[in-house]
T-cell receptor, first 110, second 112 residues
Framework: DTAVSQTPKYLVTQMGNDKSIKCEQN?????MYWYKQDSKKFLKIMFS???????INETVPNRFSPKSPDKAHLNLHINSLELGDSAVYFC?????????FGPGTRLTVT | AQSVTQLDSQVPVFEEAPVELRCNYS??????LFWYVQYPNQGLQLLLK??????LVKGINGFEAEFNKSQTSFHLRKPSVHISDTAEYFC??????????FGKGTRLHILP
């Protein structure tokens, strides 16, 4: 009965590859997010969707493209991976003002 | 624009001692304030939140925080820490657009 789940948990890939991370929430929330946490633990919002509609798009390279097939899912596709993309990516969903985070996906680009 | 400053990147404290993790914010509008905890290799979990009302907010695991509007602070406190409190703690601020801004985090290190 996991509230927010992400797959995969670990992702190791080479520079230049394309990869996707999936996120699902079973809380019935309308809003979902992607965050990037770097090696210094700094957490930065990347995208936010409300009921499948993009509402927040921070300064993120075009290589990152979120897709929300329905309001329970928000996937993140990354093209042409670079070394600097190595980080932990967190998905979250929210009621108004309370966010629920997934366990994270640790992406390592070699 | 909103911002959050966590003044200490690391706080070492002995087990059973009290602890305070400091957080200051800046915002031009009314804010909502949060503390999240991240245990090793896990996602973030909400500890407590201030939306309105009483300025002293109690959260899970014995933590509490006090909203101080004049000092624009929202410090987190616990009277007696346990080894299981070892984690990264994030202060966060939001206004009405549902976007939450996180501080850089404070690592709480419990000494035996």
């Amino acid at each position: 009965d996991t509230a927010v789940s992400q797959t995969p948990k670990y992702l190791v890939t080479q520079m230049g590859n394309d990869k996707s991370i999936k996120c699902e929430q079973n809380l019935g929330h309308d809003t979902m997010y992607w965050y990037k946490q770097d090696s210094k633990k700094f957490l930065k919002i990347m995208f936010s969707y409300n009921n499948k509609e993009l509402i927040i798009n921070e300064t993120v390279p075009n290589r990152f493209s979120p897709k929300s097939p329905d309001k329970a899912h928000l996937n993140l596709h990354i093209n042409s991976l670079e070394l600097g993309d190595s980080a932990v990516y967190f998905c979250a969903s929210s009621t108004r003002y309370e966010q629920y985070f997934g366990p994270g996906t640790r992406l390592t680009v070699t | 624009a909103q911002s959050v400053t966590q003044l200490d990147s690391q706080v070492p404290v002995f087990e059973e001692a009290p602890v305070e993790l400091r957080c200051n914010y800046s915002s031009s509008v009314s804010v909502y304030l949060f503390w999240y905890v991240q245990y090793p290799n896990q996602g973030l979990q909400l500890l407590l939140k201030y939306l309105s009302g009483s300025t002293l907010v109690k959260g899970i695991n014995g933590f509490e925080a006090e909203f101080n509007k004049s000092q624009t602070s929202f410090h987190l406190r616990k009277p007696s820490v346990h080894i299981s409190d070892t984690a990264e703690y994030f202060c966060a601020v939001s206004d009405r657009d549902d976007k939450i801004i996180f501080g850089k985090g404070t690592r709480l290190h419990i000494l035996p």
